[in-house]
T-cell receptor, first 112, second 112 residues
């Protein structure tokens, strides 16, 4: 069955370190998204991609970057981790405009 | 950009009662209106969606109604059960964008 997987499920890192969160989907969806979820803020869009070599900034993109070298993967990199980036991160993919998202199971990141 | 508001932020109902959550949006070009359910510690999951050419859609105990003129849509849950307890998010989407902007969520508690 097609799926979308995130790794790791949990990560603890130190302030200032570079961290990469993985997202891999086998739906063959062109559209992929990264959100962060914090108490009181719901889901906020970090970056998104509409296809290979395409990346776009979302509403909270500062301190994050993504790259899209193939259809299946959209890794999220925190260039220099900060305590304010402690959060739960969700990756999602979508087939088309008229369809909803399928979410990964999330990565809980703690920056100490 | 799209401004999305959900009301109420929390809702407590007795098992068997109905629950209604309202989502107001600002982008008149929005034409896809999904609702997501997120149980504690889990990923958001699409439970029902509606497109702008339809005023109402029903799936067993849940329904979504759309008022495009007033720019709001609502989630209706009838005969609520304890397993309906979760956070519910609306996420209207415009015609030209694949990205979803999520409301801040409504925490529904169904009391046995």
């Amino acid at each position: 069955d097609a799926e979308i997987t995130q790794s790791p499920r949990h990560k603890i890192t130190e302030t200032g370190r570079q961290v990469t969160l993985a997202c891999h989907q086998t739906w063959n969806h062109n559209n992929m998204f990264w959100y962060r979820q914090d108490l009181g803020h719901g889901l906020r869009l970090i970056h998104y991609s509409y296809g290979v070599q395409d990346t776009n900034k979302g509403e909270v993109s500062d301190g994050y970057s993504v790259s899209r070298s193939n259809t299946e993967d959209l890794p999220l990199t925190l260039e220099s981790a900060a305590s304010s980036q402690t959060s739960v991160y969700f990756c999602a993919s979508s087939e088309s405009i008229g369809y909803g998202y399928t979410f990964g199971s999330g990565t809980r990141l703690t920056v100490v | 950009g799209e401004n999305v508001e959900q009301h109420p932020s929390t809702l407590s109902v007795q098992e068997g009662d109905s629950a209604v959550i309202k989502c107001t949006y600002s982008d008149s070009a929005s034409n896809y209106f999904p609702w997501y359910k997120q149980e504690l510690g889990k990923r958001p999951q699409l439970i029902i969606d509606i497109r702008s050419n339809v005023g109402e859609k029903k799936d067993q105990r849940i329904a979504v109604t759309l008022n495009k003129t007033a720019k709001h849509f609502s989630l209706h849950i009838t005969e609520t059960q304890p397993e309906d307890s979760a956070v519910y998010f609306c996420a209207p989407r415009g015609d030209s964008s694949y990205k979803l902007i999520f409301g801040s969520g409504t925490r529904l508690l169904v009391r046995p």
